[in-house]
């Protein structure tokens, strides 16, 4: 009984001695490629990475670290976010004085904000750019698809993560940027002002829609966002990792040579880490969040505009209806990103940037029209195009809405069968050509509205503004 009783207990120790080390040493001191292999199955956060990957796949311009770095930054919000969290105090009368509080009296308490909000906005632009990166690498198409989908909601969380975030400090800056963004809400048909009401708490932003946002800030977005990005990263896995990268025209291998992730994988993975927290460190020591006047609800700023990643949508106002520029535009934008894993497309391209020769210049091409067509447009609409005084007897949804959409939608469908017809272009070629044409614009919008609108927003020079 003895002897039986001392096996058991040696196993068990055995069995806790390599759980711990599975934890704390194993990615450190594997000894070789089957402890290794055993290490990642059995490790949790391991578990979310392939044992094995294509050797290719690990170069740093296929990937450029984005998804990593997108994790990275979201774990410097929540732990800076737990540690404002302290302090704040989310009321319309103690909300900006805690603010203030956390920068002037608290030891590092400037630095912790501006980590927190500099981190917050590159995520933005980092995820984005991992959209763009998975797109142009065709990192949609079978068997991502849903993968796909699951990028896009947290794409979207992420932007509802700063919106709610950014009216926080209830300074003039976030208020009035908040006021205008729940107020496009209002030209949704039927429900818009009830929809209204409900995100703002009341008929008017105060101490409920300070509430509400806090409430969705620090315990609703973050929920979602750690169960998305840890089905995003098991996705990535059970579809045996990104993409692998080939040259066009080239043939994908059907056993391509493999590494193990540990430490191939995982040591780039680290060192990208480190130097992007060092990045966002030593930006935050040099360039201070922004935090303008107490709010004040009677006076509004000249110009008062939305938070730079909805600046867009703003610019849009002022070349459509609101119905348009609010709701059936980005739907159908929405619409089409949710679509494109699973339209048919006669062949992938997938691992291939651009799909081929053709698609890189095709999409230079897109880009060049968006470029020159986008600013033109802008200008023409502020300075000559005047649709009250040319249909003034059509209602303002007609002739400043469904009208110019139904050219616009009409340039656009003509483009992309020309570009079908005339350059021979497969159906993946011509959509990421009409894919390129469309980002680019919506970047000259937001470029725009952030540095071209001045005081009425009118458009200016930034030297001028």
Known sequence: MSDAGSDQSEGRVGLGRR???????????PRDDRERKWVVVNNLILHFRPVQLPARSLKYTHTFGLGGMSLVLFLLLAATGVLLMFVYEPSPERAYESIRALENEVFFG????????????????????HLLRVYFTGGYHAPRQFNWLIGLTLLLCVLVSNFTGYLLPWDQLSYWAITICTGMIGYVPLIGEWLQGVIRGGPEIGSATLINFYTFHTTVVPVLLIVLMAWHFWRVRKAHGVVVPRAPGEELEEKPESVLALPNLLMREFAVALILVAF?????????????AAANPGMSPNPAKAPWY???????????????????IPLLVAAALVLLPYLRYDHQGEGVWFVSLRGRQLGVAAALIALVVTPLWIVLDEYWIDYAAWLSGLPPVLREGALPFAVLLALIVGLYIAIRRRFSASRVEA???MFVLLGVAF????????????AGMALAWPWNL
């Not at 759980?19 to 001191?29: A, E, H, I, T």
């Not at 966002?280 to 303008?292: E, H, Q, T, Y």
């Not at 909805?310 to 059936?328: K, M, N, P, R, T």
């Not at 000259?444 to 001045?454: A, P, Y």
């Open 19 to 29: 759980f711990w080390r599975s934890v704390f040493r194993g990615p450190l001191y």
């Open 110 to 129: 400037k630095l912790v904000r501006n980590i927190h909000h500099w981190s917050a906005n590159f995520l933005i632009a980092v995820v984005f750019l």
């Open 280 to 292: 966002v460190m030593a930006f935050s020591v040099f360039v201070n969040a922004p935090l303008d």
């Open 310 to 328: 909805f600046v867009g949508f703003q610019e849009l106002l002022f070349h459509f209806h609101g119905s348009f520029a609010v709701v059936v």
């Open 431 to 433: 959509v990421q050509a």
């Open 443 to 454: 970047a000259i919008l937001t470029i725009t509205g952030v540095w071209f609108r001045g």
